[in-house]
């Protein structure tokens, strides 16, 4: 059932109070996604790859016109420890956010983390001249 034909058959913001059993193909990996060992009722983006659709634009209502691919660009933990994905859609460059499914790919979610880390805004060689500069001794190590 694609998105037109789903949104004329519920009624607005169906989703927010009901849960999601549909089973959907994955438009970046192409794997199959079901519903079950998500940890909730509402799935809304690839175990696998992570990526998600732009379907809502508050969560659940299904208002978006977009339909773009939302690409996995972040993670970030809510109060309680909760980790959740930021996804920003490829089309129109919305950026939202959804919690970390029980069977999303750790390896996967590790990688998004770690990217601001492996990718810093300034070259690594630099540490030390620009902590000089900082006003400390220009070390990274004890001597």
């Excluded at 770690?114 to 004890?142: K, V, W």
Aim: net charge positive; charged share 25%; glycine share 10%.
């Amino acid at each position: 059932m694609n998105r037109e034909n789903k949104r004329k058959q519920w009624e607005k913001g169906y989703y927010k109070t009901h849960a999601c059993a549909d089973s959907f193909t994955c438009k970046v990996c192409g794997r199959p996604v079901v519903s079950a060992g998500a940890g909730s009722g509402h799935r809304n983006h690839c175990p696998n790859c992570l990526s998600s659709l732009h379907l809502d634009i508050e969560p659940g209502d299904r208002a978006a016109d977009c339909g773009g691919i939302m690409d996995p660009v972040g993670v970030w933990v809510r109060k309680h420890g909760e980790w959740a994905i930021l996804h920003r859609c490829r089309r129109c460059g919305h950026i939202s956010s959804n919690r970390v499914a029980a069977d999303d790919n750790p390896m996967k979610l590790m990688s998004i983390a770690m990217r601001p880390l492996s990718q810093p805004p300034f070259p690594l060689e630099r540490i030390e001249e620009m902590t000089a500069l900082m006003g400390g001794d220009g070390q990274l190590y004890a001597k």
